[in-house]
């Protein structure tokens, strides 16, 4: 069974940066498809950011140019590094990963952004 953990949340002012780290316990990060999603209160989770085992990346059209996914096979650990933050970027953020045709959720870390 695959754990995720994430951490590197908290609060940041509007125009800054924050990076997001999920570990995996898996030493086969390299043949995992990987995402982030983020839910906002009141809102539905969407997708953030995701990147599959060939490397292909894909960006909600609101984050893209100012996120950045990526993975460390080494590390068994995906990064999500935010930059030019906006007050609407403010939610949960969720580690997600796919293999074998299992679906893996990590547990969220809370990103808040200030005016």
């Known amino acids: 069974q695959v754990q995720l953990v994430e951490s590197g949340g908290g609060l940041v002012q509007a125009g800054g940066s924050l990076r997001l780290a999920c570990a995996a316990s898996?030493?086969?990060?390299?043949?995992?498809?990987m995402g982030w999603y983020r839910q906002a209160p009141g809102k539905q989770r969407e997708l953030v950011a995701e990147?599959?085992?060939?490397?292909?990346?894909n960006y909600a059209v609101s984050v893209k140019g100012r996120f950045t996914i990526s993975k460390d096979n080494t590390k068994n650990t995906m990064y999500l590094q935010m930059n030019s933050l906006k007050r609407e970027d403010t939610a949960v953020y969720y580690c997600?990963?796919?293999?074998?045709?299992?679906?893996?959720w990590g547990q969220g870390t809370q990103v808040t952004v200030s005016p």
């Open positions: 898996t030493s086969i990060l390299s043949l995992t498809d």
């Open positions: 997600r990963l796919y293999i074998f045709g299992q679906i893996y």
């Open positions: 990147i599959t085992n060939r490397g292909t990346t």
